[in-house]
């Protein structure tokens, strides 16, 4: 069964901090890792990640995946009370379209 | 303009009643998602549907019934509505790309709450 695996589950900081997401997989055929935030409602797409090594960058966000070591981090840098959330990773395998998702990382950045 | 829209965006009914989720997107993607969030904000997938047809049928109770009237629309029924029921349903939708296969990000709709009480 595919499994995705968050860390931390929770994560207190202050605004300016920089904090790393951890996301480790299990995935059969993986094609691809996917970055999600959630806020009140939908999730919003960050990132999907394909090849490893490759870090992919939007602002203060960047991501990179590991796909040897079968993990991705997600970096925020310079942290601001905007950027609460949870923070939820997926990994999309072939022969089967839809996401595996991880449990999240509720990520609060206080003034 | 809202890309993926989910109605109601609040549902709350009594154990036993039967209703219906309405999602719609005007993005043009072939696949359409339904996906359930539990109290702890897990998010895990019931179906998926590509171009009307079922594509994944993950271990939900026949209670749930999806109906795809066309490529923009993927509804979800539910009959005999239960506590265990009671979650925020999501829909979301991608483009399937024969040149780089499952690398469409999903979009996902703002999400129903459903309480069954």
């Known amino acids: 069964e595919d499994k995705v695996v968050q860390s931390p589950l929770s994560l207190v900081v202050h605004e300016g901090d920089t904090v790393t997401l951890n996301c480790s997989y299990e995935?059969?055929?993986?094609?691809?890792l996917l970055w999600y935030k959630q806020e009140k409602k939908a999730p919003t797409f960050l990132f999907m990640l394909?090849?490893?090594?490759i870090e992919k960058k939007s602002g203060r966000l960047s991501s990179i995946l590991d796909k040897k070591e079968l993990f991705s981090i997600l970096n925020i840098t310079a942290t601001q009370t905007g950027d609460s959330a949870v923070y939820l990773c997926?990994?999309?395998?072939?022969?089967?379209?839809?996401?595996?998702f991880g449990k999240g990382t509720h990520l609060i950045i206080q003034p | 303009d809202t890309a993926v829209s989910q109605t109601p965006k609040y549902l709350v009914t009594q154990m036993g009643n039967d209703k219906s989720i309405k999602c719609e997107q005007n993005l043009g993607h072939d696949t359409m998602y339904w996906y359930k969030q539990d109290s702890k904000k897990f998010l895990k997938i019931m179906f998926s549907y590509n171009n009307k047809e079922l594509i994944i049928n993950e271990t939900v109770p026949n209670r749930f019934s999806p109906k795809s009237p066309d490529k923009a629309h993927l509804n979800l029924h539910i009959n005999s509505l239960e506590l265990g029921d009671s979650a925020v349903y999501f829909c979301?939708?991608?483009?399937?790309?024969?040149?780089?296969?499952?690398?469409?990000?999903?979009?996902f709709g703002n999400g129903t709450r459903l309480t069954v009480t």
């Open positions: 394909t090849s490893s090594g």
């Open positions: 995935v059969t055929n993986f094609r691809s």
């Open positions: 997926a990994v999309r395998r072939g022969g089967a379209d839809g996401l595996t």
């Open positions: 979301a939708s991608s483009q399937w790309d024969p040149a780089h296969p499952y690398n469409s990000p999903l979009h």
